[in-house]
Each structure stands twice: as structure tokens, then as C-alpha cells.
């Protein structure tokens, strides 16, 4: 059973916004292909966010999120996802760490560490 919120916390390495998860076995796990641009616009308002911040996520609504990720696509093992039919990111098999099958929809929420 997925758990029914997931906390990552995401952050810039070389330029490159990523995460780690000795959970299940992700280091520097980096996020591409449009989704660096969804975390940038997502972290705005939060101080010193590529040092780090907490992000939460679920495949089910609740209440606070900021931002509504929908299904478009499976490609390359990954699958597209996009925020109000404008961006598109693609999120890398590393998705099925978390979910058995790709969530038709993602919610998430970033904070403050």
C-alpha cells in the first residue's frame, strides 16, 4: 500500500535540482526535462531553496497543495506529466520507487525545510 504522503527533500547540485532517498536506494536522483522549470516556479517564495527544501507529495488530493500534476504520456519507461495543460515534465522510472503505476494525478506541496 502506497503511503498516502511522500516527503522528499529536493535540492541544487551542480546546477541541477536533486534529491536523495536511502529508502530506496536514490542518490543525487536528478530531476530533467521540464521539471527543474515546475520546482523553480514551485519554490519561489521559499528562502535558500536550492540548499534544500521539504516536498511533499500524493497521488491523492490534500489539503494545502499548491500544484496539480496530471498524467499525459508514458515515454522511455517515464511518464509526462503536466501542470494546467501548459508545462510539460517528464519524470523518470524512479517515479515506481513511490507508486506501482503511474498516478493519473500528483499533487504536491513545497516548504520550508
Not at 526535462?33 to 520546482?39: D, T
Not at 497543495?65 to 511518464?79: A, F, I, M, T, Y
Request: a negative charge.
Amino acid at each position: 500500500m502506497d503511503n498516502a504522503l511522500i516527503v522528499i527533500f529536493p535540492y541544487q547540485y551542480e546546477g541541477t535540482w536533486v534529491f536523495d532517498d536511502p529508502d530506496v536506494d536514490l542518490v543525487k536522483e536528478p530531476f530533467v526535462f521540464g521539471v527543474p522549470e515546475m520546482i523553480d516556479d514551485l519554490v519561489t517564495n521559499i528562502p535558500n531553496a536550492p540548499k534544500g527544501f521539504k516536498l511533499i507529495f500524493s497521488k491523492k488530493e490534500f489539503p494545502g497543495h499548491q500544484r496539480k500534476l496530471s498524467w499525459v504520456r508514458e515515454e522511455c519507461e517515464g511518464n509526462w506529466y503536466t501542470i494546467d495543460g501548459k508545462e510539460e515534465g517528464w519524470l523518470c522510472p524512479a517515479l515506481f520507487k513511490y507508486f506501482d503505476k503511474a498516478p493519473l494525478n500528483i499533487f504536491v506541496k513545497a516548504e520550508s525545510k
